[in-house]
């Protein structure tokens, strides 16, 4: 099913599935086998020269991913998707075509912690570097790149207090330096935010979030637009020119606006191998058919809960880009117009001792670290995942002592302000 005029709830249920064509099952069959048997010599020769669409070995591709790579494509308006392992794998995923030792990528400052860290640290290991600067700042984001910058990355709505990014203005500078836009929009999903639409090259999902919505699997993905020229220059040689590690194919010139994903696919999950099971694909198609509906939801209670809190004279700050008094308020309208999503920091006028008081006493939010999850959840990142960070550190991360991250499940917002309220007294 690829008719792009369905509207965005009969896409989540439909796209990229046909009732089984060996059974006629209707659910998307969990196709849990790692190898598919060859019609014949030649046939195994047009797969493998990418002539022929079709299934190899599970390591690279799997009918039960395929279905939800291309409701994922469909529901973000992309040429192509490929799923992995997680969403840190999805990030390396996007890069790795892109970059090469000495490369860098200029990234936002306003990211998930374990990606500054991916980023910052585990880079080095492959000669790459991220210069990460305020995304706010245009002039900075220019000044930052250079003649080994590869790519452009940010968050659309950032974690954890889930600021908003001028998509559009960022996408014209990645545009005018001729590089890859790269958008991960975990924290939106692509019912709040189309990056594509606003200038994105690539988007990559952490799908144990909101896609999956339900905290049951990990799982990651990368929307290609299809729309980059890859040709334009010679930066990108591994799309561009003669890839010597897939027998000379040039992925540009044989796959057009298919290139990036069939180059994820062909060399990425087969070098890499950082694949998405089918039980694991199983359990995020199951949850992305109810996607819209969980995400009007996650907002509504978002906005109350926030507003809640921002009247409470317990609270200093509340960070939620859907209250009027935020400064990406009006930029929502743009890059979000259904809402800002259900992720937010709190700032408590306690400090850290009433941090770690209130987390010890709610019942109905989890202390855990995860978001995106239908239950309600909590963090302090400054005793948890910023831990090791420096108190400056940890202020600059938006993860200071006084700091609390809520992910706004999708329970009734009458309780969640019950227990918030008890938690806080
Ligand atoms: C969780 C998260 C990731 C990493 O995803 P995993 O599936 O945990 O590997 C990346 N980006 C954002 C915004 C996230 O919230």
Redesign the pocket.
Known sequence: MSDNNFGFDTTQIHAGTEPDPATGARQVPIYQTTAYVFKDAEHAARLFNLEEVGYIYSRLTNPTVAALQNRIAALEGGAGAVCCS????A?IMALFPLMAPGKNVVASTRL?G??LTQFTQTFKRFGWSAKLVDFDDFDAVRDAIDENTQALFC?SLS?PAGAIMDLDALGEIAKNAGIPFIV?N??ATPYLCNPIKHGATLVVH?T??YLTGNGTV???AIVDSGNFDWMASDKFPSLSKPEPAYHGLCFAEALGPMAFTFHSIAIGLRDLGMTMNPQGAHYTLMGIETLSLRMQKHVQNAREIANWLEGDDRIEAVTYSGLPSSPYYDRMTRICPRGAGALFTVALKGGYDACVETVGKLKLFSHVAN?GDARSLVIHPASTTHRQLAPEEQIKAGAGPNILRLSIGIEDAKDLIADLDQALS
């Open positions: 997680s969403g840190h794998a990030q998930y374990g990606t968050e974690n991960d975990t924290a952490s144990t979030k990990t799982g990651g978001l």
